[in-house]
């Protein structure tokens, strides 16, 4: 029986810039990290170097999904609101700071024989808060062997 010590690898992903809303990205993260083929038993961890965006994991196949999202935060978390004092830069500006603390800055997926682990119906997600929140960044973490 060999003893592999796990590798440690890290990269700076970057994701094309998008329109507000929820975009599945499961693609474009995997196109950017090769590596993962090789790694037969491990762990990617994304992190997302912005305080208006956020990732989450969720439903892969239905557009809807992603639509009713955008449309039950943008409720939740409404524009304009008078008690806002962070509107600096619009007045998406502090809705989506709220936004991103709710989902997250990061996800954990494991990795399994050289693919992401994901259920048949989960995918990775983007959460755009901004009107025009521009190309965005992402640490990619993998540990494994």
């Known amino acids: 029986m060999t003893n592999s010590l796990p590798i440690w690898q890290q990269f ?9 809303g929820f975009h599945l990205i ?10 993962l083929t090789t790694i037969n038993i491990g762990i990617l961890h994304l992190f997302i170097q912005h305080t208006s965006a956020s990732l989450t ?5 239905d557009p809807t999904v992603r639509s009713d999202l955008e449309s039950h935060i943008n409720q939740a978390v409404p524009e ?13 500006d502090m809705p989506a700071h709220i936004k991103a603390s709710v989902f997250g ?10 693919r992401l682990a994901l259920g048949t119906w989960q995918g990775i997600y983007l959460g755009e808060h901004r009107n ?14």
């Open 12 to 20: 700076q992903l970057s994701l094309r810039a998008k329109p507000r």
């Open 26 to 35: 499961t693609d474009e993260i995997e196109r950017q990290l090769e590596v």
């Open 57 to 61: 994991i969720n439903e892969n196949a």
């Open 80 to 92: 304009n609101a008078a008690y806002y004092l962070h509107n600096y830069e619009g007045s998406d």
């Open 105 to 114: 800055s990061n996800i954990t997926i494991p990795i399994q024989n050289g």
């Open 132 to 145: 025009h929140g521009g190309e965005r960044s992402v640490i990619a973490t993998i540990t494994g062997q």
